[in-house]
């Protein structure tokens, strides 16, 4: 794969990752989940990206424990002081995409829970390496879930690979880049024997019996290299500089709230 398209892809990752802390510094108590990828669609645009390689996730409380393929973000789910969220973002422009994903504690703090899933998160992209096969993946993100005495949601599969516009034989990127996400081979999954080359999205989520959290990270594997798109070092992944906004426990003013003047 040329640099530049790595180099492309990792621009827009920290793109996404701006977005995503935008995104968190904006929220406030009793906000459904409709309401924050309403909120992320307004950013998006004042952000200057031109869509999503797949619409915003969203997901409150004990919808977390559910996996977010086919979640429809809820009208009926807010956001309130102690509530797990769960957020996932991938905004693109011209020929690259970013997808990064984080959960929290609404109002501040954290969990055994949380941490296990950004360690599990962290460890499964140091453990991507030209010399594993996709597969391997899978079953080390799911003994590192066991061990802490977590499952994982997905058992589907826990990521994706990242296609680039010049690896997709037709036109229409990015949606045939996600058409792509759907086909086993492109998939994270235990069964997967390929060996690890090219960029990845990763996100094991981890439930136990009341929620789920999961971080979503793109790594980049090739014969020489290991790169964690977007962030400079390992221990970023699952970090953002705005983490703290999160405890944004303010009520939304009584008069009408437009999702482009919450950017402001």
């Known amino acids: 794969m040329d640099d530049s398209v790595i180099e492309s892809f990792d621009k827009a990752q920290r793109r996404a990752i701006s977005l995503m802390a935008r995104l968190l510094s904006c929220l ?11 909120l992320a669609e307004a950013i998006l645009v004042d952000m200057g990206f031109d869509g999503w390689f797949h619409p915003p996730e969203v997901q409150i409380g004990h919808r977390t424990m559910q996996a977010p393929v086919w979640r429809i973000p809820s009208p009926r789910s807010h956001l309130g002081k ?3 969220v769960m957020i996932s973002l991938a905004p693109w422009a011209a020929q690259a995409f970013g997808d990064i994903g984080t959960s929290f504690v609404f109002g501040g703090g954290t969990n055994r829970l949380l941490d296990v899933a950004r360690s599990c998160t962290r460890a499964t992209c140091g ?11 899978y079953a080390f993100a799911r003994s590192w879930a066991a061990k802490n005495f977590f499952s ?3 058992r589907h599969s826990i990521g ?3 296609l680039p516009a010049s ?9 045939t880049a996600h058409a792509a996400t759907w086909l086993r081979r492109y998939q994270i999954h235990f069964l997967n024997p390929r060996r690890m080359h090219g960029m990845f999205a990763i996100r094991p989520q981890l439930v136990d ?3 789920g959290a999961s971080f979503r990270e793109i790594v980049f594997v090739d014969d020489t290299r290991r790169l964690i798109l977007g962030r400079d070092h390992e221990s970023q992944v699952g970090r953002f500089h705005q983490d703290s906004a ?10 009408p709230r437009t999702a482009a003047a919450s950017t402001t």
């Open 160 to 162: 994706h690979a990242i």
């Open 246 to 255: 999160t405890a944004n426990l303010k009520a939304p003013a009584d008069e």
């Open 127 to 137: 453990y991507a390496s030209h010399w594993k096969c996709v597969g391997e993946l």
């Open 152 to 154: 994982l949601a997905n």
């Open 82 to 84: 102690g509530k797990m």
């Open 28 to 38: 406030e108590t009793g906000m459904s989940e409709r309401d924050v990828a309403q």
């Open 167 to 175: 690896a997709l034989p037709n036109p229409g990127f990015p949606k």
């Open 209 to 211: 019996t009341r929620h």
